[in-house]
Nanobody, 120 residues
Framework: VQLQASGGGLVQPGGSLRLSCAASGSIFRINVMGWFRQAPGKQREFVALVTSGGVTNYADSVKGRFTISRDNAKNTAYLQMISLKPEDTAVYYC???????????????WGQGTQVTVSS
């Protein structure tokens, strides 16, 4: 099982970006997909999650600016980010709580991270 994150880049304050996280491999079921981020010198922090049923949750710092969604048929989650601020600068990591085929216990997998830089 692998998670591939993409879509990061350099954007000016107030700009937008969309991140993608595609899960691949021998997957039976994906329960929750989410995003965390880690800024230089700081701990990794929760950003957003979406359940298989479409229930979402967000960190207070991104509510109203970020939207998480998923395409269950493609095993892919998206993070639409608008009104970006310099403090959103971080490496963004996606994760998924899923059951590989033949595995009863849910396991958490992480993507490799994608850099988001918000700067003028």
């Amino acid at each position: 099982v692998q998670l591939q994150a993409s879509g990061g880049g350099l954007v000016q304050p107030g700009g937008s970006l969309r991140l993608s996280c595609a899960a691949s491999g021998s997957i039976f079921r994906i329960n929750v997909m989410g995003w965390f981020r880690q800024a230089p010198g700081k701990q990794r922090e929760f950003v957003a999650l979406v359940t298989s049923g479409g229930v979402t949750n967000y960190a207070d710092s991104v509510k109203g600016r970020f939207t998480i969604s998923r395409d269950n048929a493609k095993n892919t989650a998206y993070l639409q980010m608008i009104s970006l601020k310099p403090e959103d600068t971080a490496v963004y990591y996606c994760n998924a709580d899923l059951n590989p085929i033949g595995v009863v216990n849910t396991q958490r997998y992480w993507g490799q991270g994608t850099q988001v830089t918000v700067s003028s």
